[in-house]
Structures are given as structure tokens and as C-alpha cells.
């Protein structure tokens, strides 16, 4: 992994999204593309009706019951609008009229869910890390929470300010959760939950589908009348249009990946070396400083800056001539981010690591 690389070798993709997907699920891709086992064409070519299809989204949604232990009450859906459209679907189906919901507010994307819940009805911040840039996360003590809630909504992981839930919130109300950048990355205490949903660009497929998992008992307390394509029921009754079919097979083989690791358990521990290894070269002098706080970082999204802006840019162009991609900080925050999703490989942690080092010796 060096700057000699030539356009064909594949580097180590820090992207916060789309992020890198598994290499072995990539390959496998590759060797079905033109025609899927059984099939006699490709599967992006066939009908979502066909038993080759039903067969592919079927063994999604059981690898991740079994991933996750979900039960018979809870309903898998690949749903297309990725986590943006949930910011409004979600409310417009749960939060009633003469109710209101409350709001975790720990970042954009979780600012941006709250904007579009207020479109529906009475959403209200229970909590709110803006204060400081969103640089940790609020202790539960402090959080105002509203009696009788609809539901309470959090954002798990937070990619542009590299902050991190270390566990699900314990609340009477209904929880319901945008876990996009870290879905699958841990195990989940799925008995806590609500709705989860998550867009799959991180860590479970390309970008595409939207993985939605809601509760039976939840699903029925929808309101009525809804349009038909903004309707859970619907979906969860039926394959009511077209699915994201590709994405949707993608993801059904990084579940597979996932499993073959060791399941979730595994893939904690490997992401916890990944994180721990890189949050500890960032803390080992002043060169470095990460931006969140110490007991709210993200084990997917690590961020950090330099001295000043010049060394940023001068760290992202040279890191990228090195073979370490997308390391640039979100535009509105600036500094470095290295997102470290379930399939970026411990090595490329370690070539992270060591060019930090050879960095610092040149320009510290």
C-alpha cells in the first residue's frame, strides 16, 4: 500500500459513505455478475418476483434474525429513500396527532430527523449536544423527557463529529433508532427497541437500501389514513414495488461475511481493536487531537485534527498519495476522519498508524 500503487491496486477506503465493503463479498459479486447461480442472467436482471430473488431477501432477513435475535414480532423491510426518507416516514406513521416525541439531538443527521419530525407534529429536543459542537453525548440525567411520548429518538452513531452511544437509552417510552453508521458493527440489545433503521452504505451493503426493522406491536400503533408508499403496513404486508434488488443481494452477502467472522460478538471485538488502536496514536502526543470527547468516541468515525488547517490538507493529500483514502474531515466540520466500518481491514488501521507516525516526524 504505498504511493507507487498503480490505478488498478485496491487501497484502504476511509470513506465515511458509501464506505468500504468486504473484499471476499465484492469478489463473489464479481463472479455472479453476468449470470446468478440457477438463474440463466444476472441478478440485477431478473424479476423481484422470481423464486431466485424471494430466495436472496429471504435469507437477508433470516441472517439478520439470527444476527441479531429478532423474533417472529419483529418485520424486516429493504425499503429506497436511505435514512433521510425515514426522518419523515417514521413520524409521519407513530407520532399522532395529539401526541409528541422526543428527540436525541447529537449531530446533523440527528438535527435533521427532529427538523423533519416537526413537519408531522409536536417533536421536542429532549437532549441536545450542539452546545459544544456536538463533541459528546449528553449524560441521561440531563435529558427532559416527555411523559407519555410517542417515542424517543436517537441517532446511535454520529459520522461527522466521530461520537457514539456505548449503549442503547433506557427509557419508558418506545425506542426508535437511526443506526446507520454502526448497524451490525456490535451486538444490540434488541429487547430495548422499538424501530431500528439504517441505511446499508456503512456496514452492510452499497448504497441503496434502507434496512427497516420494526415490531409488531409498534406497527399497529401507525396512524390512519397514510399514503400508500409512506405506509409501513404496507410494505410489511407485501412486495409492494420494485426493491433495491442488487443492494438487497449485496447485503444478504456481507450478512454472510459477517456470520462467517464470528457474528456480532466478533465483530465488536475486532472493531474495538481497530478504534483502540487508532485513538491511541491520536492521544500519544499533542500532534494529533481528537475532536469528541473521551468517553463519547466513535468506534466508526474517527476524528481528529492537526495544528492548524494547513497540516490537515497537507495530511489528506499526501495520506491519499500513501494509499489511504477519503480521510478528509465533513466539509462543515474540517480536520481528518477515518471511517473504520465493519470491512476495513485491521491492516489498513495499521497503515493509517504507521503514516501517521512517518507525518508527524516530518512536519511536527
Known amino acids: 500500500m504505498t504511493a507507487t500503487a498503480d490505478f488498478q491496486t485496491r487501497l484502504f477506503n476511509f470513506s465515511a459513505g458509501p464506505g468500504t465493503l468486504p473484499e471476499a463479498v465484492l469478489r463473489e459479486a464479481q463472479e455472479e455478475m453476468l449470470v446468478y447461480p440457477g438463474?440463466?442472467?444476472?441478478?440485477?436482471?431478473?424479476?423481484?418476483?422470481?423464486?431466485?430473488?424471494?430466495?436472496?431477501?429471504?435469507?437477508?432477513?433470516?441472517?439478520?434474525?439470527?444476527?441479531?435475535?429478532?423474533?417472529?414480532?419483529?418485520?424486516?423491510?429493504?425499503?429506497?429513500?436511505?435514512?433521510?426518507?425515514?426522518?419523515?416516514?417514521?413520524?409521519?406513521?407513530?407520532?399522532?396527532?395529539?401526541?409528541?416525541?422526543?428527540?436525541?439531538?447529537?449531530?446533523?443527521?440527528?438535527?435533521?430527523?427532529?427538523?423533519?419530525?416537526?413537519?408531522?407534529?409536536?417533536?421536542?429536543?429532549?437532549?441536545?449536544?450542539?452546545?459544544?459542537?456536538?463533541?459528546y453525548i449528553p449524560r441521561p440525567e440531563t435529558w427532559q423527557l416527555t411523559r407519555g411520548a410517542a417515542y424517543l429518538h436517537f441517532t446511535s452513531n454520529n459520522t461527522i463529529y466521530g461520537t457514539q452511544f456505548a449503549s442503547e437509552p433506557?427509557?419508558?417510552?418506545?425506542?426508535?433508532?437511526?443506526?446507520?453508521?454502526?448497524?451490525?458493527?456490535?451486538?444490540?440489545?434488541?429487547?430495548?427497541?422499538?424501530?431500528?433503521?439504517?441505511?446499508?452504505?456503512?456496514?452492510?451493503?452499497?448504497?441503496?437500501?434502507?434496512?427497516?426493522?420494526?415490531?409488531d406491536a409498534f406497527l399497529q400503533k401507525r396512524r390512519q389514513p397514510l399514503p400508500t408508499m409512506l405506509d409501513y403496513g404496507v410494505h410489511a404486508g407485501s412486495l409492494f414495488n420494485t426493491p433495491p434488488v442488487f443492494a438487497v443481494y449485496l447485503v444478504e452477502k456481507v450478512l454472510r461475511w459477517i456470520e462467517g467472522i464470528g457474528g456480532l460478538e466478533a465483530m465488536?471485538?475486532?472493531?474495538?481493536?481497530?478504534?483502540?488502536?487508532?485513538?491511541?496514536?491520536?492521544?500519544?502526543?499533542?500532534?494529533?487531537?481528537?475532536?469528541?470527547?473521551?468517553?463519547?468516541?466513535?468506534?466508526?468515525?474517527?476524528?481528529?485534527?492537526?495544528?492548524?488547517?494547513?497540516?490537515?490538507?497537507?495530511?489528506?493529500?499526501?495520506?491519499?498519495?500513501?494509499?489511504?483514502?477519503?480521510?478528509?474531515?465533513?466539509?462543515?466540520?474540517?480536520?481528518?476522519r477515518a471511517s473504520i466500518y465493519n470491512a476495513m481491514p485491521e491492516a489498513g488501521v495499521e497503515a493509517l498508524v504507521s503514516f501517521m507516525d512517518e507525518f508527524e516526524r516530518r512536519a511536527g
Open 170 to 215: 433506557r427509557v419508558e417510552a418506545p425506542l426508535v433508532c437511526d443506526a446507520s453508521s454502526d448497524f451490525l458493527s456490535r451486538p444490540m440489545d434488541i429487547d430495548r427497541y422499538a424501530m431500528i433503521y439504517a441505511g446499508a452504505q456503512k456496514n452492510v451493503g452499497p448504497a441503496g437500501v434502507t434496512v427497516v426493522m420494526i415490531r
Open 39 to 135: 438463474a440463466g442472467a444476472s441478478i440485477i436482471e431478473i424479476s423481484h418476483r422470481s423464486p431466485e430473488y424471494t430466495a436472496v431477501m429471504e435469507s437477508a432477513q433470516g441472517r439478520l434474525r439470527s444476527l441479531l435475535g429478532l423474533g417472529e414480532d419483529w418485520h424486516i423491510l429493504f425499503l429506497g429513500g436511505g435514512a433521510s426518507l425515514q426522518f419523515y416516514m417514521a413520524p409521519l406513521n407513530f407520532l399522532p396527532d395529539n401526541g409528541s416525541a422526543d428527540y436525541l439531538v447529537t449531530g446533523s443527521w440527528a438535527k435533521k430527523a427532529l427538523k423533519e419530525a416537526r413537519i408531522v407534529g409536536d417533536a421536542r429536543t429532549a437532549a441536545s449536544s450542539e452546545d459544544r459542537a456536538f463533541a
Open 268 to 336: 465488536q471485538a475486532i472493531n474495538e481493536r481497530k478504534a483502540g488502536r487508532l485513538y491511541e496514536r491520536i492521544d500519544r502526543t499533542g500532534f494529533y487531537r481528537g475532536t469528541a470527547d473521551a468517553d463519547s468516541r466513535s468506534r466508526m468515525n474517527v476524528t481528529f485534527k492537526l495544528p492548524n488547517e494547513e497540516l490537515d490538507a497537507r495530511f489528506v493529500k499526501e495520506a491519499k498519495a500513501a494509499g489511504l483514502l477519503a480521510l478528509k474531515g465533513y466539509r462543515s466540520v474540517g480536520g481528518i
